[in-house]
């Protein structure tokens, strides 16, 4: 017998004996031994089970210690599982009761703490997901002030002795498990088959409080939670640094006042369950609680000083309005841009110097940790409502809101956090952000005076546009997750030089200096021009198309120019893309966008090879012998014929399939160009004729 099952069995049992007595102490005590012992659990769900089944089978195979797929061992590891299942999923439904009658703020705070412990496992969280259990969860966490009424006809003693009913016959299915083996290994398999996710049925809400009975009980509870289908359980990640202490401890932080603790944690059970549970989050649509979420975070930022709840209030708008589009437009049109651009302002301290200008500080303090992590969370539900609005043309106060809000992601790019993973990742929220912001909104980032050290290119303060190169190059010189961490920047790089003059001139002059040593491959090197060329050839289709982009426009969408920096062979994909293939200018180019009329004026080192350069890869290739040397006419003559024999018979093999450029620039085959040519040659000659007869007549 397991020392971990027994120990949770007699865990269980005991809190709900203690409930039954009105032992609130024992309650307390039960609780906080169990929240110390499962702090650090994360449940798997029966995926990452047959995982681990598939991956021990193996290394049995490879050692030759046994070549069979199932054991008893087998089967009496998955009746453990679903045995463990039962009784927390016993003891989430006899939480959310409890929670409901609890005066007492620690003991309080201590079932929310095991409530949260539990909401991690997605087949335990049918108890959770009921209207009920929400409103009153979403109640202790300060959202509403209502909770739903309870069932009168179930009393508490039924209530009770239905769930010390399961729990006696899941204590006698496990003896009978050990004691009679293989066959009734079978028959505890089957019965735990109701937590499998395809038995779970599509069917409404309903209070968990009035099931009784260890059949009904068990399958309702999956019935509930028709989401899991559709998510794997909360993977364990980086411990929240926002906690001083253990969850296992009990001790109230200092300073912190015990309804404030008491909401804290409610939220964050709030925050395990939506992230888990897509049922969870209709219901939290249907119920309007994203009403009560906006007036709670508008009453905490009245305050002078933000509590601690406000980072999960934050958390939790973050996670509904990614989950629930519905749910974001309502916080857009409810004014929640202005809301959180008044957040984020006070988690700056900021102080206006003129209407879209804040003053900077270069020698202030370094955001704190705390600040930082809330104006990560408002940057990342600010992106969630204002994504699509990037190609539409705001409005005079639209354009006047987002304008104010772009003065402080300037101060976000420039400002400094106390650890430099936390500055990257601002940075980094700060760019999505701004990528998904009217273009036309961005020209505050240009807005500062000069001023010793200050960045500039033709009287214009480019410091911020300086920060956003060396945050691209960081990532460049990174290599990790490419597509996720270079492409928003590269996107904001392209857009802001197409609409600025002053940010592309000096992008350029950054990226693209004039070209002196054309000796390796454009693409050879560790310069920031070179790894962006890399990138043109990159697997990922949108990749490498926002890297040509960037350095395309940079060229002024000049082909001629685009291929002297980058060779024909790199430039080659964004040529076909764009029809530009026959070297005329680019036709998609936004009419807005006027590039000056500066010449690319070569310099002496280029102009003394520019010669010898292969087009196709971009450097000076070394002189090779004619193969044709010493041939005479006829043998000349004789080798071409035999070329485009062997040309030929490639191509009827449909081998190789000849390709040419027509008269818009897209590559099409051969045979499409020489059919057209026939039909225009057709044309022309009817045309003659046709001119002809009229001149006789």
Request: net charge negative.
């Given at each position: 017998?397991?020392?971990?099952?027994?120990?949770?069995?007699?865990?269980?049992?005991?809190?709900?004996?203690?409930?039954?007595?009105?032992?609130?102490?024992?309650?307390q005590?039960?609780?906080?031994?169990?929240?110390?012992?499962?702090?650090?659990?994360?449940?798997?769900?029966?995926?990452?089970?047959?995982?681990?089944?598939?991956?021990?089978?193996e290394?049995?195979?490879?050692?030759?210690?046994?070549?069979?797929?199932?054991?008893?061992?087998d089967?009496?590891?998955?009746?453990?599982?679903?045995?463990?299942?039962?009784?927390?999923?016993?003891?989430?439904?006899?939480?959310?009761?409890?929670?409901?009658?609890?005066s007492?703020?620690?003991?309080?705070?201590?079932?929310?703490?095991?409530?949260?412990?539990?909401?991690?496992?997605?087949?335990?969280?049918g108890?959770?997901?009921?209207?009920?259990?929400?409103?009153?969860?979403?109640?202790?966490?300060?959202?509403?002030?209502?909770?739903?009424?309870?069932?009168?006809?179930?009393?508490?003693?039924d209530?009770?002795?239905?769930?010390?009913?399961?729990?006696?016959?899941?204590k006698?299915?496990?003896?009978?498990?050990?004691?009679?083996?293989?066959?009734?290994?079978?028959?505890?398999?089957?019965e735990?088959?109701?937590?499998?996710?395809?038995?779970?049925s599509?069917?409404?809400?309903?209070?968990?409080d009035?099931?009784?009975?260890?059949?009904?009980?068990?399958?309702?509870?999956?019935e509930?939670?028709?989401?899991?289908?559709?998510?794997?359980?909360?993977?364990?990640?980086?411990?929240?640094?926002r906690e001083?202490?253990?969850?296992?401890?009990e001790e109230?932080?200092?300073?912190e006042?015990?309804?404030?603790?008491?909401?804290k944690?409610?939220?964050k059970?709030?925050?395990?369950?939506?992230?888990?549970?897509?049922?969870?989050q209709?219901?939290?649509?249907?119920?309007?609680?994203?009403?009560?979420?906006?007036?709670?975070?508008?009453?905490?930022?009245?305050c002078?000083?933000?509590?601690s709840?406000?980072?999960y209030?934050?958390?939790?708008?973050?996670?509904?309005t990614?989950?629930?589009?519905?749910?974001?437009?309502?916080?857009?049109?409810?004014?929640?841009?202005?809301?959180l651009?008044?957040?984020?302002?006070?988690?700056?301290?900021?102080?206006?110097?003129?209407?879209y200008?804040?003053v900077?500080?270069?020698?202030?303090?370094?955001?704190s940790?705390?600040?930082?992590?809330?104006i990560v969370?408002?940057?990342?539900?600010?992106?969630?409502?204002?994504?699509?609005?990037?190609?539409?043309?705001?409005?005079?106060?639209?354009?006047?809101?987002?304008?104010?809000?772009?003065?402080?992601?300037?101060?976000?790019?420039?400002?400094?956090?106390?650890?430099?993973?936390?500055?990257?990742?601002?940075?980094?929220?700060?760019?999505?952000?701004?990528?998904?912001?009217?273009?036309?909104?961005l020209?505050?980032?240009?807005v500062?005076?000069?001023?010793?050290?200050?960045?500039?290119?033709?009287?214009?303060?480019?410091?911020?546009?300086?920060?956003?190169?060396?945050?691209?190059?960081?990532?460049?010189?990174?290599?990790?997750?490419?597509?996720?961490?270079?492409?928003?920047?590269?996107?904001?790089?392209?857009?802001s030089c197409r609409?600025?003059r002053?940010?592309r001139?000096?992008?350029?002059?950054?990226?693209?200096?004039?070209?002196?040593?054309?000796?390796?491959?454009?693409?050879e090197?560790?310069?920031?021009?070179?790894?962006?060329?890399?990138?043109?050839?990159?697997?990922?289709?949108?990749?490498?198309?926002?890297?040509?982009?960037?350095i395309?426009?940079?060229?002024?969408e000049?082909?001629?120019?685009?291929v002297?920096?980058?060779?024909?062979?790199?430039?080659?994909?964004?040529?076909?893309?764009?029809?530009?293939?026959?070297?005329?200018?680019?036709r998609?180019?936004?009419?807005?966008?006027?590039y000056?009329?500066?010449?690319?004026?070569?310099?002496?080192?280029?102009?003394?090879?520019?010669?010898?350069?292969?087009?196709?890869?971009?450097?000076?290739?070394?002189?090779?012998?004619?193969?044709?040397?010493g041939?005479?006419?006829?043998?000349?003559?004789?080798e071409?014929?035999?070329?485009?024999?062997?040309?030929?018979?490639?191509?009827?093999?449909?081998?190789?399939?000849?390709?040419?450029?027509?008269?818009?620039g897209?590559?099409?085959?051969?045979?499409?160009?020489?059919?057209?040519?026939?039909?225009?040659?057709?044309?022309?000659?009817?045309?003659?004729?046709?001119?002809?007869?009229?001149?006789?007549?």
């Amino acid at each position: 017998m397991d020392p971990n099952r027994t120990s949770m069995e007699m865990n269980v049992e005991g809190i709900i004996q203690c409930i039954i007595q009105g032992d609130e102490s024992g309650v307390q005590t039960q609780l906080q031994e169990f929240n110390k012992e499962y702090a650090q659990c994360f449940f798997f769900d029966a995926e990452e089970r047959d995982r681990r089944k598939k991956r021990r089978l193996e290394e049995f195979r490879k050692n030759k210690v046994r070549e069979c797929t199932d054991s008893d061992s087998d089967y009496d590891q998955y009746s453990k599982e679903d045995r463990s299942i039962l009784l927390r999923q016993n003891l989430a439904v006899v939480l959310v009761r409890f929670i409901r009658t609890v005066s007492k703020c620690r003991l309080l705070r201590v079932c929310l703490r095991t409530l949260r412990i539990l909401s991690r496992d997605k087949k335990v969280l049918g108890p959770l997901v009921t209207d009920s259990a929400l409103l009153t969860l979403a109640k202790l966490a300060g959202l509403t002030t209502s909770d739903s009424s309870e069932d009168t006809s179930d009393p508490d003693s039924d209530f009770y002795d239905s769930i010390i009913t399961s729990l006696v016959k899941t204590k006698v299915l496990h003896c009978a498990n050990e004691d009679e083996g293989d066959s009734d290994a079978r028959y505890q398999d089957d019965e735990g088959s109701a937590f499998d996710d395809d038995s779970i049925s599509n069917t409404t809400s309903a209070d968990l409080d009035s099931i009784s009975g260890l059949g009904s009980h068990r399958t309702s509870i999956n019935e509930m939670h028709r989401g899991g289908i559709h998510h794997k359980v909360l993977e364990r990640g980086r411990k929240d640094r926002r906690e001083s202490k253990l969850d296992g401890e009990e001790e109230e932080e200092e300073g912190e006042l015990g309804e404030e603790a008491q909401r804290k944690e409610a939220m964050k059970v709030l925050c395990n369950v939506v992230y888990n549970s897509t049922w969870a989050q209709e219901r939290f649509s249907a119920l309007r609680l994203m009403c009560g979420l906006i007036q709670r975070l508008s009453s905490s930022l009245s305050c002078s000083s933000p509590s601690s709840v406000q980072f999960y209030e934050l958390r939790l708008m973050f996670l509904i309005t990614a989950l629930r589009p519905e749910l974001s437009a309502q916080l857009l049109q409810e004014g929640g841009v202005s809301l959180l651009t008044s957040a984020l302002e006070g988690c700056l301290d900021i102080q206006w110097k003129e209407q879209y200008q804040c003053v900077f500080d270069p020698t202030a303090l370094p955001i704190s940790l705390d600040a930082s992590q809330r104006i990560v969370e408002i940057l990342k539900i600010l992106f969630n409502i204002t994504y699509s609005s990037h190609r539409q043309e705001p409005s005079e106060d639209d354009a006047a809101l987002y304008r104010h809000l772009v003065a402080i992601l300037r101060l976000c790019l420039m400002r400094k956090c106390l650890l430099v993973d936390d500055t990257d990742e601002l940075q980094g929220h700060t760019v999505n952000l701004l990528s998904a912001l009217p273009l036309q909104c961005l020209d505050v980032l240009l807005v500062g005076p000069l001023e010793s050290g200050s960045k500039e290119c033709q009287g214009v303060n480019m410091d911020c546009v300086h920060t956003l190169l060396l945050f691209m190059e960081k990532r460049l010189e990174l290599g990790d997750k490419v597509k996720e961490k270079l492409t928003p920047v590269l996107n904001l790089l392209t857009e802001s030089c197409r609409a600025h003059r002053e940010t592309r001139q000096y992008i350029r002059n950054h990226i693209l200096p004039p070209l002196r040593d054309v000796s390796q491959r454009p693409e050879e090197g560790t310069t920031v021009k070179s790894r962006l060329i890399r990138l043109m050839t990159h697997v990922d289709t949108d990749l490498k198309h926002c890297a040509a982009d960037l350095i395309f426009v940079l060229c002024k969408e000049n082909v001629r120019r685009f291929v002297k920096y980058t060779g024909y062979g790199n430039a080659a994909g964004l040529l076909a893309t764009r029809g530009l293939l026959g070297g005329q200018r680019s036709r998609m180019s936004s009419s807005d966008t006027q590039y000056s009329t500066d010449s690319d004026s070569d310099t002496e080192e280029y102009r003394q090879v520019k010669d010898r350069i292969n087009p196709v890869t971009g450097r000076v290739e070394a002189e090779q012998p004619d193969p044709m040397e010493g041939m005479t006419e006829e043998e000349k003559e004789e080798e071409a014929r035999r070329l485009i024999m062997l040309f030929n018979k490639l191509s009827r093999g449909n081998i190789i399939q000849p390709m040419g450029v027509n008269t818009e620039g897209k590559l099409v085959p051969m045979t499409g160009l020489r059919d057209n040519s026939l039909i225009e040659e057709g044309r022309m000659e009817s045309e003659k004729d046709g001119d002809s007869d009229e001149i006789e007549d």
